[in-house]
């Protein structure tokens, strides 16, 4: 069998080695480019100008840093289990490539259009969180394997939502495939019918990235770096090799589900470089963002986190699912979606203000009835 | 979500404000007046030579045991031929900059004003290779007020001074 | 979240070093968590990594000598720490501190109480989980007030600027608009942080009904500073026995109500507004012109037999001085009644039965230096 590449004719096999080398070489440079970016980003926002010194206008910087941890020392402790510690990373980073098959850039640059494209993207990315937990028990370390089963359990517990919300979708578009829900979004966008969806996506998909408010996993504050305290040098970059590809590959996913990918609005009309800046400035839009709630919103605690995940989003999902599915049956006008949406959104962001914010009585915690204040002085508060 | 809402457009806000970066080693804020580096001896262009007599006043004030003070006959001085008043001068002079606590003290008790703290840059870049290198001798204390380079202001105790 | 099957378990609890070394300890402190799952059970500080004899080298220093010593005991707040010291030396001297120098005393520990306490915010945001940016605004607004310090004493923090009597020189010429200037962003500084972390709801979700501690037990841990205060207990050096001019300025202390986490920062945060509120009154009432040493003051300070306890209300708690002397001019015995190593005290029961996370988030809020800790 053969394929079309750029116009030539190849085997199918050949073909794909092509796309893949490709891809894995273009997400190489992306990813270095993303960690620039966030770089630069984050100083803005704190009123500083972050790296300038290496290069013009620090564009070396991720170079730098790639070289540095090159020629670092490659440790490994002595009572760590040379097998798990040592493929840990490898399982965290490889199912994050495995996701990028399926994302389509622009019109046929991508590897391969499966039919149940966002299936198997969801299967495949869930795979690093084995590697997680791989990270943290190889290593040997307390705060490692403490790090490591908050991520399990935060990775295992966000699953639910976000494979719900783009089922909801999948529901709504009757496809999985990436390509033809890019096709079907030329003139309105998902996010119009669709923004609980979007939404609740948007959330889980920060916390399968382990991004803040749900970085409690890698809280440098505390567990110092969770599963990757023991690992230095190379090993180490490949852990953000694989968080950077994954936020990237996120990116990319939200903009072709909800955002309409290289199609809405300008259509097929001017050209692939055109579409190609539309897919990144769609992706990028979606970096900024959460780049932004990093810098501005604080971590939430592990059982905030389930609970955030299991009694909030997960129903919430469900509903949309529901909902989705009453509007197809009975052939109903599509403005439903969006009021329901909207409605949604709302319920979303008042059950998460009251419910995180709610002070909670925890198991063993020592309560002593507060003494009343003595009586003189002010009292103000 | 009114509270998230409201951190973030916070920090956009910061977003739109002129950086607060100061690109050193670039650029170097001026020091003030009052600035304390580290202490720097004295030198009388006048008369061409330092203004300290070793009369060790610092050597005993400093808390910390930083200085090593030894003087010497001037041979400069009028009973001999020269011109200056001072009858004793310094001869050796060494103050640890790694003991020293830029507290002051010393410029405080000096009889003749002949130590002052390094008011310039130089004062703050002293860094070295090897520990020992921050044992400053008399010449690398003299050599900035010799060559003129130094911003002179030496405080009065309880009086006003600008 | 215990259910019976796990109680046929039999487990063992995790020893949890959170090390000297260590991004969130403020300081080299040393805590082993004795830690079920993820809530902590037991908690065991070990202090004494900073312990750099202070109290003893003061033996050997005179009055004069001793203020830089003394600087760096509460290194983020040196000047209400010199001011203990010194207002101590005066009592067992007897001496008669003028008008104008008392005035710039209180502005400038007022506006140490402001950098302190940005310190703080800065700090608690980064243990909360917010990246950068609190640290960033707390340095951004310390910058101005350290550049004014620059000025004034020559210092960016170990001042040396307090004398027995006074003060060591006189502030430049244009320091009440400096100082006016630099109020003006630290309000804008204090704002910015008030809009990010207070009404924020994961901040609260973190920091609301987190390791309280009752009235009655910080009393008895005899806890002092705004860590008592948010416990509901009004106890204020400043208000209880004024010194400085601190009875001819009107401010409010600020009071919580549940000693949480949340009302720690709180009242920090609250207090700053009081503290900017404090520089302006002195700034108004301040002579401008005048002594700031008295009159004859002898080269070397020599004070009479006796001993004294000082106290004041450093940015942490009650600072005090015990000051002995035997004549002659330097103590016989000097002890920092330090409000930190108090207030940590009560750190094993704010934190028995919260989560490690919050453990570490109850020893940001007590806002321990710990140079201070451990003299």
């Given at each position: 069998m053969t394929a079309d590449l750029f116009g030539l004719e190849l085997n199918v096999w050949a073909d794909a080695a092509i796309r893949l080398v490709l891809i894995v070489t273009l997400m190489t440079v992306v990813v270095m480019g993303l960690i620039y970016l966030e770089r630069k980003i984050i100083a803005r926002f704190n009123q500083r100008i972050g790296p300038q010194r290496t290069g013009p206008f620090g564009l070396l910087q991720s170079v730098a840093d790639a070289l540095k941890l090159v020629g670092k020392e490659d440790l490994r402790p002595r009572s760590a289990d040379a097998w798990t510690f040592e493929l840990g990373p490898y399982f965290i980073f490889i199912p994050v490539f495995l996701g990028f098959v399926i994302v389509p850039f622009v019109a046929d640059w991508h590897i391969r259009l499966l039919d149940l494209g966002l299936l198997y993207f969801i299967a495949a990315s869930s795979l690093s969180i084995i590697g997680w937990v791989m990270a943290g028990w190889g290593s040997d370390n307390r705060y490692a394997m403490i790090g490591a089963l908050r991520a399990a359990a935060q990775g295992i517990s966000y699953e639910l939502p976000l494979v719900l919300a783009l089922v909801a979708v999948g529901i709504y578009a009757g496809t999985f495939n990436l390509g033809e829900m890019i096709a079907q979004q030329d003139v309105v966008p998902f996010i119009v019918w669709q923004p609980m969806a979007a939404l609740i996506f948007f959330i889980a998909a920060l916390a399968e990235l382990n991004r803040t408010p749900f970085d409690i996993p890698v809280g440098e504050s505390e567990v110092v770096g969770g599963p990757f305290v023991e690992y230095s040098g190379i090993r180490w970059s490949m852990f953000f090799l694989a968080e950077y590809a994954a936020l990237f590959i996120m990116s990319l996913v939200f903009s072709a589900v909800f955002?309409?990918?290289?199609?809405?609005?300008?259509?097929?009309?001017?050209?692939r470089l055109f579409q190609a800046a539309l897919t990144t400035a769609k992706a990028g839009l979606f970096f900024f963002v959460v780049v932004w709630i990093r810098i501005s919103v604080p971590r939430l605690r592990i059982d905030q986190l389930m609970s955030y995940s299991w009694k909030v989003l997960l129903p919430l999902a469900l509903v949309q699912v529901l909902v989705n599915g009453l509007v197809l049956v009975n052939g109903w006008s599509e403005v439903i979606l969006l009021a329901f949406g909207l409605v949604g959104v709302a319920v979303l962001a008042t059950v998460t203000g009251r419910a995180v914010a709610a002070p909670r009585i925890r198991p063993g915690a020592a309560r002593r009835p507060l003494a009343p204040a003595p009586a003189h002085g002010e009292a103000a508060s | 979500m009114k509270g998230i809402a409201r951190s973030m457009l916070t920090t956009l806000s910061t977003f739109a404000r002129k950086p607060v970066t100061r690109n050193y080693p670039d650029f170097h804020r001026p020091l003030p007046k009052t600035d304390r580096a580290f202490p720097l001896l004295l030198w009388d262009q006048e008369i061409d030579e330092p203004f300290c007599t070793g009369c060790h006043a610092c050597e005993r004030a400093c808390p910390v045991e930083c200085m090593t003070v030894l003087m010497k006959d001037n041979p400069n001085h009028k009973s001999v031929g020269?011109?200056?008043?001072?009858?004793k001068i310094i001869d050796k002079f060494w103050i640890d900059y790694a003991r020293c606590m830029r507290c002051n003290i010393c410029v405080e008790v000096c009889n003749f004003d002949a130590i002052s703290m390094n008011n310039t840059w130089t004062g703050h870049e002293t860094s070295v290779y090897d520990r020992q290198d921050l044992v400053m001798d008399l010449q690398q204390l003299l050599s900035q007020s010799r060559a003129g380079q130094i911003q002179e202001w030496v405080p009065v105790i309880g009086q006003t001074n600008d | 979240m215990v259910t019976e099957h796990a109680q046929e378990f039999e487990t063992q609890d995790l020893l949890l070093n959170v090390g000297p070394q260590h991004p969130s300890t403020h300081g080299v402190f040393r805590m082993v968590l004795s830690v079920d799952g993820e809530v902590v059970r037991d908690v065991v500080p070990y202090i004494g990594y900073l312990h750099r004899g202070a109290e003893k080298l003061c033996e050997t220093m005179d009055y004069r000598q001793g203020i830089g010593f003394m600087d760096r005991t509460e290194y983020l707040a040196a000047f209400n720490a010199e001011l203990s010291y010194v207002m101590a030396v005066e009592a067992l001297a007897e001496l008669e501190v003028p008008e104008r120098a008392q005035w710039i005393r209180m502005i400038l520990c007022e506006l140490n109480r402001l950098s302190s306490h940005f310190m703080f915010l800065g700090a608690f945001g980064i243990d909360v989980g917010v990246f950068a940016t609190p640290f960033i605004y707390a340095w951004r607004e310390r910058e101005e007030l350290i550049d004014l310090f620059e000025e004034v004493s020559g210092d960016r923090m170990m001042y040396a600027y307090f004398r027995p009597g006074g003060l060591a020189w006189d502030v430049p010429r244009n320091f009440k608009d400096r100082v006016r200037q630099v109020l003006k962003s630290a309000r804008q500084g204090v704002a910015d942080f008030n809009h990010l972390l207070t009404e924020n709801e994961i901040f609260l979700a973190r920091t609301r009904g987190v390791g309280a501690i009752s009235a009655a037990e910080a009393i008895e841990w005899g806890m002092s500073g705004p860590s008592i205060r948010a416990s509901g207990v009004p106890l204020d050096v400043r208000k209880d026995e004024p010194y400085l001019k601190y009875d001819q300025v009107d401010f409010d202390v600020i009071v919580g109500q549940n000693g949480d986490v949340y009302d720690r920062y709180y009242c920090r945060l609250m207090e700053m507004h009081e503290s900017i509120k404090i520089v302006e009154q002195c700034l108004d009432k301040m002579?401008?012109?005048?002594?700031i040493m008295p009159e004859k003051m002898p080269r070397m300070l020599r004070t009479a037999p006796g001993e004294v306890y000082i106290r004041t209300e450093a940015p942490r708690g009650e600072y005090g001085i015990y000051l002995v002397s035997k004549g002659g001019n330097r103590p016989y015995r000097l002890k920092v009644r330090s409000a930190c190593i108090s207030n940590l005290q009560a750190l094993k029961d704010m934190s028995v039965g919260q989560y490690v996370a919050d453990a570490i988030i109850v020893l940001g809020s007590i806002d321990i230096v710990l140079s201070e800790v451990d003299r």
């Open positions: 955002l309409g990918g290289f199609l809405w609005p300008f259509g097929d009309d001017l050209g | 020269g011109n200056s008043s001072r009858r | 002579p401008d012109s005048g002594p």
